[in-house]
Structure formats: structure tokens, C-alpha cells
């Protein structure tokens, strides 16, 4: 199961540069942080509402994990090398919080990819 975030989630709402090569590559299982589903929505509802529907119906295919105390407990630990502000913190987070259920992280933000790495998170950006 990979985790994906905003990045690489609004590609496959919106046609992007990195979109073919993303859907191509897509796992079967994914999974995301429930602060997914407001990123998505602000960022369509702020930029294409032609595709609102669409978005929910994607939002609604994939699994949803919970911020829990142990993620906010994780993302407020991480120490000045973590250069992800917080909603990616989060998403870090989540994604450790999950252990080995999570074969990689799908994103696209330059940031979070070098923080994946240095959390040792196996990075997925088809392009």
C-alpha cells in the first residue's frame, strides 16, 4: 500500500504534466491522512470547480487515516533537519505512524521528498 498526498493526489483530478506517468504507475492500494480531503477540495474548489464531483469521487475510492495523538505527537517532534511545514508534517507523520503497512510515499513537493528520505520513507513521483 503507498501513501499518497496532495501532490501527486491532484494529478490524478487534474491534468498535469506528471499525470500520464502517475496513473501508469499508480499502486492498487492507497492510502492518505483525512487532511487530504481538504487540501483537495480547497485547492479544486479555488482553482477548477468543473471537476468537484469528480474529486469527491476519487477522495472516495481510496482509504483515509485518522490524525491521531500519535501522528500530531510525531510531526511536533521532528527536529530542524524536517524542513516540511505542517500539513506535510502531518502527512510524514502519518506515514510513519503506519509502519510497515506502507511500501512508499507518492508526492511531488521537492521538500517533503527530501524529508521522506531522511526519515528513510521510500519516494514514488512518476514523471
Request: with cysteine; hydrophobic share 50%.
Amino acid at each position: 500500500m503507498h501513501y499518497i498526498d496532495a501532490s501527486a493526489f491532484v494529478k490524478l483530478i487534474v491534468e498535469e504534466k506528471e499525470s500520464a506517468a502517475l496513473i501508469k504507475a499508480l499502486p492498487d492500494q492507497l492510502i492518505c491522512s483525512e487532511i487530504l480531503t481538504v487540501e483537495v477540495m480547497r485547492t479544486v474548489v479555488n482553482t477548477n470547480v468543473e471537476v468537484i464531483a469528480f474529486a469527491r469521487q476519487q477522495l472516495n475510492r481510496i482509504s483515509h487515516f485518522p490524525i491521531t495523538s500519535e501522528v500530531t505527537a510525531l510531526a511536533s517532534l521532528f527536529g530542524r533537519e524536517i524542513k516540511s511545514k505542517t500539513l506535510d508534517s502531518l502527512h510524514l507523520a502519518s506515514v510513519l505512524a503506519m509502519g510497515s503497512v506502507i511500501d512508499g510515499l507518492i508526492t511531488y513537493d521537492k521538500t517533503m521528498i527530501a524529508d521522506a528520505k531522511l526519515l528513510g520513507i521510500p519516494v514514488l513521483s512518476p514523471a
